[in-house]
């Protein structure tokens, strides 16, 4: 090999290697950070949870996004991981939303995290990496992660404090049922539409509607709902329990729970238990 074939093929490396340095050094290496949170249902079994990640792409070119790999804790126990496709392509000099979502049930969270049954939030992390599919950066994976905290619904429980008899005649008797609302939990919730059946010593006595708006903060407060008792059995029912100090109750029916966070849910109001009958 002559000796300006060599000088030849040494040029061209010092241009190749050069160029290759050049193009890593002009190669900006995407961004991803938390954006928000979305809530897509929640009920007291399970939250649905969309996790929004930025990408950030600062050259000149898009990049297409093939696919993403997570883990999700609760505390320090991995409660999820997976990995999913995903059809994303992020414009050149511009920024892309991925969606990771994310199915919470709240029992697999309880049995596998005892120690988080009573909290009212739960610490949680979310870390992975997002694959690129194709271009000068085809085949990197950028991690990305985040913490945070979910707070855990807790319905609230309602219970009847006593049944009292405000007025009573032939013909009609009035009765305040007092009820006790527990909120065991940390977020405030509107009680609304609140109905049922009252059973008294195993009899139909009377059913609850058109129960007002109630604002439920954390702790145990009372509602006392009046009542006119007109049918014959009632009556009887009522009559015959004047005088007879403790009874047996049962109330079942649904309300509707309303949170800023988590939106309206339905509630099952099913209580029974003994509770004094008292002449007001």
Known sequence: MTLRRYA?????????????????KAVKRPEV??????????????????????VKNSNPFAIPVSGYTYTFKIGEHTLLSGEDPTDLRIPANGTGSLRVPIALRFSDVTSAVQKLVDSDVWPYSVAGT????AGPLSGINIPFNHA?????????????????????????????????????????????????????????????????????????????I????????????VLSLLGSG?????????AIVKNDLFGALPMNVNTSGSVPLIRK
């Open 130 to 133: 997002v694959a690129v599919a």
């Open 148 to 224: 945070g905290e979910v707070p855990r619904p807790v319905m609230p429980d309602v219970s009847v404090e006593n049944i009292g008899i405000r007025s009573a005649s032939l013909l009609n008797v009035g009765v305040d049922v007092t009820l006790n609302m527990k909120n065991s939990g940390s977020l405030t919730y509107i009680l609304d539409a609140l109905q049922g059946s009252l059973m008294v010593n195993g009899r139909q006595f009377a059913n609850i509607t058109g129960v007002e708006s109630l604002r439920l903060t954390p702790g145990t407060q009372t509602i006392t």
């Open 8 to 24: 030849l093929i040494a040029a061209l490396a010092v241009v190749t290697l050069g160029g290759c340095a050049a193009l890593e």
């Open 246 to 254: 403790n009874v047996e109750y049962a109330l079942n029916g649904n």
């Open 226 to 237: 009046p009542l006119n008792v007109s049918t014959s059995s009632a009556l009887q029912s």
């Open 33 to 54: 950070t938390f954006s928000t949170f979305s809530l897509e249902s929640v009920d007291f079994e399970q939250a649905s949870v969309n996790l929004l990640f930025d």
